[in-house]
T-cell receptor, first 114, second 117 residues
């Protein structure tokens, strides 16, 4: 069965520091992978996506993610975190044949220290 | 482009009443929309898939008679929580696909916070 694991429930980083949020997936074929961000009380905004091709994908707000098939991972990175990046981050894998149903991880809450 | 809007963003109702939440795709046609429920500090749980002009497909464990979904047009899906109870209090989020689900990329509404007293 397809699944997504985000091992870190809560991460705190200092403003200006680098960030890496981990995501591992379980899927039988080449996955379509996504990272979404959710601010408190808001919906989800797409940060970036991977379908095929270059395994390092660039997203909005300076985020990037790298697809590593051998590790079944799709970690999200940002070289320098801003206070406005504090939010909940969700990794998701697409369940093909499901008309667009995404399987989400449980999320990682990012806090940013001044 | 690809904007999805939900209304209302917050609603408070008394136990036993029904509440309707609307989900609109503002600048594209969405033959398929999805309704998710999000519990505090939890991930998103898919409740149902809403198909324009046909019955919704519900996930296992989701009560069809409790959560009525109607997708009457290509830009509007509604979720009605019938005879709401405090345990129905939650954050409900809808999403829509721009490409009929080919890639799985979804666009999400702002969410609706339901509080049942």
């Amino acid at each position: 069965a397809q699944s997504v694991t985000q091992p870190d429930i809560h991460i705190t980083v200092s403003e200006g520091a680098s960030l890496e949020l981990r995501c591992n997936y379980s899927y039988g074929a080449t996955p379509y992978l996504f990272w979404y961000v959710q601010s408190p009380g808001q919906g989800l905004q797409l940060l970036l996506k991977y379908f095929s091709g270059d395994t390092l994908v660039q997203g909005i707000k300076g985020f990037e993610a790298e697809f590593k098939r051998s590790q079944s991972s799709f970690n999200l990175r940002k070289p320098s975190v801003h206070w406005s990046d504090a939010a909940e981050y969700f990794c998701a894998v697409y369940r093909r044949g499901s008309q667009g149903n995404l399987i989400f991880g449980k999320g990682t809450k990012l806090s940013v220290k001044p | 482009g690809a904007v999805v809007s939900q209304h209302p963003s917050r609603v408070i109702c008394k136990s036993g009443t029904s509440v309707k939440i609307e989900c609109r795709s503002l600048d594209f046609q969405a033959t398929t929309m999805f309704w998710y429920r999000q519990f505090p500090k939890k991930s998103l749980m898919l409740m149902a898939t809403s198909n324009e002009g046909s019955k919704a497909t519900y996930e296992q464990g989701v009560e069809k008679d409790k959560f009525l979904i109607n997708h009457a047009s290509l830009t509007l899906s509604t979720l009605t929580v019938t005879s709401a109870h405090p345990e129905d209090s939650s954050f409900y989020i809808c999403s829509a696909s721009l490409d009929r689900g080919v890639t799985g990329e979804l666009f999400f509404g702002e969410g609706s916070r339901l509080t049942v007293l």
